[in-house]
């Protein structure tokens, strides 16, 4: 059974830094895409960030310079550092991990993240 599980989410002020997981089981990991995308209320799931292992990743505009995502395959775990946050940053996160050729495409439960003075 594939289980995908985000965690590190919660409350920052702005300017802070939060650090998520994403941890995989069930699934040969190294073979996988992986992502993380966001969705704040009101609006659509959008990308935040895919990659994290060769290659190069790839961000959104937004998060350029501030964001880094990472991943280490042996022990099937995505990350999200994110750093200088800023409101709008405020979402719930959600772990992405795809075969490349798009099926099967596995999300995680999703951890919200608030950036609130």
């Known amino acids: 059974q594939v289980q995908v599980v985000e965690s590190g989410g919660g409350l920052v002020q702005p300017g802070g830094s939060l650090k998520l997981s994403c941890a995989a089981s069930?699934?040969?990991?190294?073979?996988?895409?992986t992502g993380w995308y966001r969705q704040a209320p009101g609006k659509q799931r959008e990308l935040v960030a895919v990659?994290?292992?060769?290659?190069?990743?790839n961000y959104a505009d937004s998060v350029k310079g501030r964001f880094t995502i990472s991943r280490d395959d042996a022990k099937s775990t995505l990350w999200l550092q994110m750093n200088s946050l800023k409101p709008e940053d405020t979402a719930v996160y959600y772990c992405?991990?795809?075969?490349?050729?798009?099926?099967?495409?596995?999300w995680g439960q999703g951890t919200q993240v608030t950036v609130s003075s």
């Open positions: 992405n991990i795809e075969y490349p050729t798009g099926t099967p495409s596995y």
């Open positions: 990659g994290g292992s060769g290659g190069w990743p």
């Open positions: 069930g699934i040969l990991f190294r073979l996988y895409a």
